[in-house]
Each structure stands twice: as structure tokens, then as C-alpha cells.
């Protein structure tokens, strides 16, 4: 088992940043990715950032290219998403997700909300 742990949510207006990190806990391995995913009530959730663990490339969802930053810090097994020029339809919970490559076992946080508003 893996846990995670998110921090960082909040109130922002259009245009401000936030900061999300997430710490995973328990099981370690070696091939995974950790990333983030957003989901709006109604929809399905879906991929914002990951990284892989092995060389540290990065996916991102075409609508956060160039405003959102996601890293890691193996060290203290934290991934992080700096979130820049906010705008309302970033608004959402959003989950950390650790998925172990080649098994497939996916593990998630329990959802920080980030809303964007005035």
C-alpha cells in the first residue's frame, strides 16, 4: 500500500498561483508515476501533470502547458504542482494518483479543492 497525502488547495483569484504538494507514504517502488488528476463534479477525472520516476519526463493536459509545473523530490517522496495564471476552469478537487508501472496498481489521495474565482 501506498498513501498519499495532499496539501495546497484554496481560494484563488483568476490570474494568482497555488502551490499543491503530495507526500506518499508505505510501500516504495521503483518504476511509477506520481502525478495529479482534476475532477469537476459531474465529470470524470482527469490527468492535469505526472511524472515518471525513472528519468523525471513530465505529461501535461494541453489545457495547463505553460502555466503548471510539476516536480518531485525523491527524497522526501513529494511531488509538487506549482499552478500559475489560474483562470476559473482550473477550478475542481484535485487528486494525487501514484501509479506503479507494470502492475498498474493506482493509488490516490483524498482531493484538495483548488477554486478559482473573484
Known amino acids: 500500500q501506498v498513501q498519499l497525502v495532499e496539501s495546497g488547495g484554496g481560494l484563488v483569484q483568476p490570474g494568482g498561483s497555488l502551490r499543491l504538494s503530495c507526500e506518499a507514504s508505505?510501500?516504495?517502488?521503483?518504476?511509477?508515476?506520481m502525478g495529479w488528476y482534476r475532477q469537476v463534479s459531474g465529470k470524470e477525472r482527469e490527468l492535469v501533470a505526472r511524472?515518471?520516476?525513472?528519468?523525471?519526463?513530465?505529461n501535461y493536459a494541453d489545457s495547463v502547458k505553460d502555466r503548471f509545473t510539476i516536480s518531485s523530490d525523491s527524497a522526501t517522496r513529494t511531488v509538487f504542482l506549482q499552478m500559475d495564471k489560474l483562470k476559473p476552469e482550473d477550478t475542481g478537487t484535485y487528486f494525487c494518483?501514484?501509479?506503479?508501472?507494470?502492475?498498474?496498481?493506482?493509488?490516490w489521495g483524498q482531493g484538495t479543492q483548488v477554486t478559482i474565482a473573484s
Open positions: 511524472i515518471i520516476s525513472t528519468d523525471g519526463r513530465t
Open positions: 508505505g510501500n516504495s517502488f521503483s518504476y511509477f508515476y
Open positions: 494518483n501514484y501509479e506503479v508501472i507494470g502492475p498498474g496498481w493506482s493509488y
